[in-house]
């Protein structure tokens, strides 16, 4: 079984800062999916980015971007020029490859406040 | 094209009670994922359908079981209801095609059940 650990429950940065968010995760898989998932208040889950375990390349979109280092496990998200519309609980989930069919394990997730 | 809907949207049970929630998944998405999400454990995984078939399940006790109609629709049943299961239950739909780029899975809003 894998799990996923957010290590901070709350941030809170100004409006344009940059700011990161912390996830490692454990698995003995080999082949798998990495997600950062925003779910505002309104509760609508929304996929930020995804990053598959066999590139090296650092996933990016947009304003967002990540730094995956397979050997330790780590998985960090970093929102560049922060904006009043990226407060939201983040959530940093896993995915073995093959599908949907074991379900995405998910951290506790990082509650964002972008003040302004 | 309209994104998963779930319904209703609020429910209040008391306990042991059985609940139906509902799910319709984005349409041409074929696969369907439940996961339960409360304050202290989280987003956990309940099961997820495929061609009206279960193809996996977290860890949940027997109360929770759910069905895949023909048309991809899915509902999930919570049979003698306890305190411990008011929660916010999101349902995730994807395209599962063979070698599609990794079945991202889209969430609709939830079902947000309260059990007195």
């Known amino acids: 079984a894998q799990t996923v650990t957010q290590s901070q429950p709350e941030m809170s940065v100004q409006e344009a800062e940059t700011v990161t968010l912390s996830c490692t995760y454990d698995t003995s898989e080999n082949n798998y999916y990495l997600f950062w998932y925003k779910q505002p208040p309104s509760r609508q889950m929304i996929l930020v980015i995804r990053?598959?375990?066999?590139?090296?390349q650092n996933a990016t979109e947009n304003r967002f971007s990540v730094n995956f280092q397979k050997a330790a496990k780590s998985f960090s998200l970093k929102i560049s020029d922060s904006q009043l519309g990226d407060t939201a609980m983040y959530f940093c989930?896993?995915?073995?490859?093959?599908?949907?069919?074991?379900?995405?394990?998910f951290g506790k997730g990082t509650h964002l406040i972008i003040q302004p | 094209k309209a994104g998963v809907t779930q319904t209703p949207r609020y429910l209040i049970k008391t306990r042991g009670q059985q609940v139906t929630l509902s799910c319709s998944p984005i349409?041409?998405?074929?696969?369907v994922s439940w996961y339960q999400q409360t304050p202290g454990q989280g987003l956990q995984f309940l099961f997820e359908y495929f061609s009206e078939t279960q193809r996996n399940k977290g860890n949940f006790p027997g109360r929770f079981s759910g069905r895949q109609f023909s048309n991809s629709r899915s509902e999930m049943n919570v049979s003698t209801l306890e305190l411990g299961d008011s929660a916010l239950y999101l349902c995730?739909?994807?395209?599962?095609?063979?070698?599609?780029?990794?079945?991202?899975?889209?969430f609709g809003p939830g079902t947000r059940l309260t059990v007195l």
């Open positions: 995730a739909s994807s395209l599962e095609l063979a070698g599609a780029y990794p079945n991202e899975q889209f």
């Open positions: 349409s041409g998405h074929r696969s």
């Open positions: 989930a896993f995915m073995k490859t093959g599908g949907g069919a074991d379900g995405l394990t």
């Open positions: 990053q598959e375990a066999y590139k090296q």
